[in-house]
């Protein structure tokens, strides 16, 4: 089995979200928790559908994932593209927002 992580879309705003070690839900894919095996697997995966049904996320699923570079990334390109925002606009995109403060750098601070 490879790596997998859940992956859902945050009810409240529709914004991509990554279950986290803590059960929270997070916006970045390095947060997330790694199942190795199908047993953690699939208890991940309920934990995310009784989100589901509590109406906090919408759609959970796991996603394959491999760690590069110390980083995890999906292995599959839509996943990709969830996971780091628009492909057309890299000013947009999750790489440009700080996750502790949630602020966004448009590049141009101190210019």
């Not at 199908?38 to 996320?57: C, F, I, M």
């Amino acid at each position: 089995m490879s790596q997998q992580v859940i992956s859902a879309n945050r009810l409240g705003d529709g914004v991509v979200v990554y279950l986290a070690a803590d059960n929270s839900w997070s916006e970045f894919i390095a947060g997330s928790v790694i199942a190795l095996d199908e047993p953690t697997a699939d208890g991940l995966l309920a934990h995310a559908k009784q989100a589901e049904q509590d109406r906090v996320v919408i759609d959970p699923y796991l996603i394959d994932v491999a760690e590069v570079d110390g980083e995890v990334r999906p292995t599959k390109y839509r996943e990709f593209i969830r996971a780091t925002g628009p492909s057309i606009r890299s000013d947009l995109s999750k790489q440009n927002w700080a996750p502790e403060t949630g602020a966004h750098d448009s590049g141009t601070q101190g210019k």
